[in-house]
């Protein structure tokens, strides 16, 4: 797998580095180390991983689903014995505190472990012709999901090793074989991820990789006759940009998000305080799910100002080695130019800058801003990094007509005492899932999870994920 810190793609069952490219060095957001060098794959041998992927396809569908679920487990056991090598890696690659990286490589062992249970129940159903006017007792179809066949895995930089098993788990129980695109950086800990799978004793070519620039090898994989699903993670703007060259290719996209916090005169203010605070700033707000707009009623805006400034103040910053550290440098410079840029775009408005805003090298301090209005860009854009406006409104309607108001629709909060006002809201708002009293949140991983308008089509969470990935098949017998 690894030759000098070069990282090779698993291809047909072999670790292979690029015959014709140099590799792509990925470099630590931490300390500018080198983390590993990637190869950077040609469009041939691209080809030859997808072809690896198809030909073992059949044999992989056909291989009994028990013994798929064993892989599983098995490779769940080796990802958690990989446990502290991943979890430094993810540290260093990625600037993920350490307790966060631990918990994304646990994770995704439990769920690895719990999409092995759910592929050995899933069953098929029987449908007689007899409950349709006219039908016959004497018809019944046998309906049963069938692979969909070569999965293409696209994921992004945030969470390498759980957003990939969460593709690559639920395609293989469902009998498809997979290439696995990873984000850049991201991938040295992805590539100790797939080697887990492939220690376990998966079959050659059932997984596969492929490493190099997205913006360069992605268009050729994206359109590859021999692709027959493509499920996607990642930014709206590219998610966009891959269904426009993929008409007929069934996707998922999972994109970019705006999660709102809805804040109600009657929520436990220091409860919702702990979660907003949680939401909006761990991993540095680099996440799909993090809280990245309050919508507080003005009643209470005041005091909930004053209980956030208490706790973002008191978030520990800086290397993500130093344990308590929940906000570390942004994955890249273009990352922290973009989010200085909205920040200081939203103060020069005149928003308030309650606390933070300054800059060190790519560590944005904690940011919040309040009294933003809906003419500011940071009202309606998704920073991707640790700053967040307040809007304050005059009423819950106001609160939902705002929230819908944003191309996005991943998810959103409802902080209130009053269950059926937080259920009549829920069912207002034009977001795929809504957590009343919590954080947003993409877990428990059962659960289903999927964005509306710009924030992604399809769904995901194990079961969800596996009938996604697969299609029914009907076999009618006619009783004669
Ligand atoms: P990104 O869109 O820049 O990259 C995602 C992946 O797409 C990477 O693997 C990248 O190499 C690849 N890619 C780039 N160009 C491509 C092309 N032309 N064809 C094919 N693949 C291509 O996203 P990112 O910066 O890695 O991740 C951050 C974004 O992901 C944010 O917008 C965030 O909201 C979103 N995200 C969404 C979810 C969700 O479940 N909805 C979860 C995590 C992250």
Redesign the pocket.
């Known amino acids: 797998m690894m030759q000098e810190k070069t990282f090779g793609n698993l291809v047909n069952g072999e670790w292979r580095i690029s015959r014709e490219n140099p590799p792509l060095e990925v470099l630590s957001p931490v300390d500018g180390s080198l983390v590993g060098r990637l190869s950077s794959m040609s469009h041939t041998e691209l080809d030859e991983a997808i072809s690896a992927a198809k030909a073992a396809q059949k044999a992989w569908a056909a291989y009994p689903v028990y013994r798929k679920a064993q892989l599983m487990y098995r490779a769940a056991d080796l990802l958690e014995q990989m446990a502290e090598e991943i979890s430094e890696c993810l540290v260093m690659e990625i600037a993920k505190d350490k307790k966060s990286a631990v918990s994304e490589v646990k994770r995704s062992a439990d769920l690895l472990r719990y999409t092995a249970d759910v592929g050995k129940s899933l069953h098929g159903e029987a449908i007689f012709g007899d409950s349709f006017p006219g039908g016959s007792r004497d018809k019944m179809s046998c309906v049963t999901r069938v692979p969909v066949g070569t999965v293409l895995a ?6 390498p090793v759980n ?1 990939a098993i969460s593709k690559i788990g639920p395609a293989l129980m469902g009998g498809n074989t997979v290439l696995l ?4 950086q991201g991938a040295v800990s992805a590539l100790m991820m797939v080697k887990a799978m492939q220690d376990a004793g998966l079959p050659a070519g059932v997984l596969n990789t492929a490493t190099g ?3 360069v090898i ?2 050729y ?2 359109t590859h006759k021999d692709i027959q699903f493509i499920n ?8 966009q ?2 269904s426009a060259l993929t008409s007929m290719t069934p996707v998922i996209m ?4 705006k999660d709102a916090a809805i804040v109600l005169e009657d929520a436990d203010l220091d409860f919702a305080a702990d979660n907003i605070v949680d939401g909006a700033y761990s991993y540095s707000g680099q ?2 799910t993090a809280v990245k707009r309050i919508l507080a009623l003005d009643t209470i805006a005041d005091e909930l100002v004053e209980k956030l400034k208490a706790r973002v103040e008191r978030l520990k910053t800086g290397d993500p080695r130093e344990p308590g550290v929940t906000v570390t440098p942004l994955v890249s410079t273009k990352s922290a130019d973009f989010v200085e840029s909205l920040m200081r775009g939203a103060i020069q408005q005149g928003a308030r800058l309650v606390t933070g805003g300054q800059r060190t090298g790519n560590l944005i301090q904690p940011t919040l801003l309040d009294r933003v209005t809906t003419e500011m860009d940071v009202a309606w854009v ?1 920073p ?1 990094g640790p700053v967040l406006p307040i809007i304050r409104v005059a009423s819950a309607g106001e609160a939902v007509e705002i929230a819908n108001r944003s191309e996005y629709g ?1 998810q959103s909060s409802v902080f209130t005492n009053n269950l059926n006002k937080a259920y009549s809201i829920a069912a207002q708002l034009e977001v795929g899932t809504v957590q009343i009293n919590n954080k947003p949140e ?1 877990g428990p991983d059962n659960f289903p ?1 999927l ?1 509306v308008k710009s ?2 089509m399809g769904t ?1 969470g194990v079961r969800y994920s596996i009938e996604s990935m697969t299609r029914p098949k009907a076999v009618t017998i006619n009783l004669t």
Not at 232 to 239: K, L, N, P, W
Not at 254 to 257: Q, S
């Open positions: 696209i994921s992004p930089f945030n969470y957003l695109k990873p984000a850049t620039l997205g913006s992605g268009d994989i994206v996607f993670t990642g930014s709206t703007e590219v998610g940009h891959i999972e994109l970019g998000g996440r799909c998704e991707f991943l993409r999870f964005g924030s992604g995901q």
